[in-house]
């Protein structure tokens, strides 16, 4: 297993928490993809070893303190995103690009899906949102972002 | 390729899983209470803060190019125009004196307890993304500056909303439309007192609480009415836009119009209350303290 240098590992997650707070308007706010989600998908199916469930935990409570969201909402959707990664990580380093991109929407759809579960819990409201959009953005998103830090890598 | 070393690997990983969501449930849970989540919350936000200091930074320089670029004509009208707002606001905060003085010899006459002015300072929106709920935002002051949890923010028309938590340098604030939000407010005209709630949309507020035998009538304003001791007495909360005919006789329901301008919030206030100290309660313990009082 390749060892990546920890540094691009944090400063690309860094940078997907600082995409994540540009403050859109209007409807570019709700098709802003899930940058923190990717940053950490990519660097744990390519350095599963760096960044892990702890690396995951730290950058979404970082997350939830930005966004003044119930305490550990992110945190608790990313950690379970990153162990199901880590579950399928053999198979998601071989299989092609398409069914990899799928997955990823998969693992995505999930995540939007716990953190709405959590929403509609901790709310008194009675309304289920989910926010189809993000998720759907950051699927097409996968594969730019994937092209990006591979190109990134191979440089460093 | 099966070997023990690989297996406790894998149950290592199990645990560190189930450890991890098992602290994010403990602090979703202790959210809820301002005492625990507030340290960590505030210790938390020394790590955030360079993040937000990096996505103003480019809001400030476009804000300092723009402001040194524009024509010293530009400046010059709004000179003018802000010369003559002030002069017809002096005009009417001299009549309002007489007005005051009048009230305190009617209050003296009535034996009623002095209302304390309120004290209030600007802050700032931090123009960040909070996600995808609209109704609450950022301001610049904090921990630091002494604001607490449960403080009133004005914007210049009327209440906007309240500071649910508390970070070092920043503060978060909950809109008065937050769908999860209740206000208790009083009828400006006839005194009744209900609950103003929010509904998720930034121009409406419901009254689904009105006793059947007050009147109500469109264009009526909304002050809230001090009980819990969150909000102040007497700040404008909005004004009825419109009654709802309901089947039930039990309670009357009508819609409000906030008077703030919650789209466009620039500049804000922050209140200080004579009992800062006692308002830090959260939002959902106002239905308890109505009850009590």
């Known amino acids: ?156 | 390729m099966w070997s023990p070393n690989d297996s406790s690997l894998t149950q290592n990983k199990v645990l560190r899983f189930l450890l991890l969501e098992i602290i994010c449930i403990v602090l979703m849970l202790a959210d809820h209470s301002s005492k625990i989540a507030m340290p960590i919350r505030s210790a938390v936000s020394t790590l955030t803060y360079p993040l937000v200091k990096i996505i103003e930074l480019p809001q400030n320089i476009y804000t300092f190019i723009s402001s040194s670029l524009s024509n010293q004509q530009q400046l010059l009208n709004q000179n003018i125009d802000l010369k003559q707002k002030l002069s017809q606001v002096q005009i009417d905060l001299l009549q309002l004196e007489v007005i005051n003085q009048q009230n305190i010899e009617l209050r003296q006459l009535l034996q009623a307890k002095q209302k304390l002015p309120l004290k209030t300072t600007a802050a700032f929106l931090i123009n960040i993304n909070t996600g995808n709920n609209d109704h609450h935002f950022i301001i610049n002051q904090g921990y630091n500056q002494g604001v607490t949890i449960g403080q009133t923010v004005l914007d210049l028309n009327g209440v906007a909303g309240q500071v649910y938590s508390v970070d070092l340098e920043s503060a978060h604030v909950i809109l008065i439309t937050n769908e999860n939000h209740a206000l208790p407010i009083e009828f400006l005209r006839t005194g009744v007192r209900t609950y103003i709630y929010g509904t998720g949309d930034l121009n409406s507020l419901s009254l689904p609480e009105i006793p059947p035998s007050s009147d109500v009538q469109i264009g009526d304003i909304l002050i809230t009415s001090g009980l819990g001791g969150v909000f102040p007495r007497g700040l404008k909360v909005g004004t009825v836009s419109e009654l709802i005919e309901t089947q039930d006789h039990s309670f009357k329901n009508a819609i409000a119009q906030p008077s703030a301008n919650l789209n466009l919030l620039k500049q804000l206030l922050l209140v200080w209350s004579a009992d800062t100290k006692n308002s830090g309660k959260e939002t959902k313990n106002i239905n308890q303290n109505e009850e009590s009082e």
């Open chain 1, 1 to 156: 297993m390749k060892h990546y240098s920890s540094k691009l590992i944090h400063l690309s997650i860094i940078v997907s928490l600082l995409l994540m707070l540009i403050p859109w308007q209007g409807w570019m706010k709700t098709i802003q993809p899930y940058w923190l989600a990717l940053a950490i998908i990519y660097w744990s199916i390519e350095a599963p070893k760096q960044c892990g469930l702890f690396t995951a935990f730290f950058y979404s409570i970082l997350l939830d303190v930005l966004y003044g969201s119930l305490f550990g909402k992110h945190g608790f959707s990313m950690v379970a995103m990153v162990f199901l990664i880590s579950k399928i990580h053999k198979r998601l380093k071989m299989t092609s690009f398409w069914q990899l991109t799928l997955m990823i929407g998969a693992l995505l759809l999930n995540d939007a899906f716990i953190r709405m579960v959590i929403d509609w819990l901790s709310s008194n409201s009675q309304s289920l949102v989910i926010n189809l959009w993000s998720v759907l953005v950051s699927i097409l998103v996968w594969p730019w972002f994937k092209y990006f830090l591979d190109r990134i890598r191979q440089k460093t």
